[in-house]
C-alpha cells in the first residue's frame, strides 16, 4: 500500500471514530478514560497538536469544536453527567501516562 493511500484510510477511520463518537453522547469521557484510557478530549487535543505541527493555528476551544461537532461547554451541558464515586475512584487508580 502507498503512503497516501494509507494515510487517506486512516484519516476514513478517524472520521469514523470521531462521527461514532458524535453519536454515542451516552459514552461519558470518563467512561473512555476509565476503560480506554483517553477520550474525547485527548482525541481533540491530539488534533491540535497535529495542526499545530504543520504550522496551522488552533487553539483548544477550536480543536474541540473540530471533534464535538460544536462547542465543548455546548456539548458538555447537553450530555455530560456527573460522575459516580465508582467512576472517580477508577480515574484515580488509572495510569496518566497519556
Known sequence: MDDTTRVEL???AF??????LQERTDVQNIDLMNLAGFCRNCLSRWYQEAANERGIEMDKD???EAFYGEPYDAWREKH????SAAQQETFGQADKGH
Open 10 to 12: 486512516e484519516a476514513a
Open 15 to 20: 472520521r469514523r471514530l470521531r462521527a461514532h
Open 62 to 64: 477550536a480543536a474541540r
Open 80 to 83: 455530560q453527567t456527573e460522575a
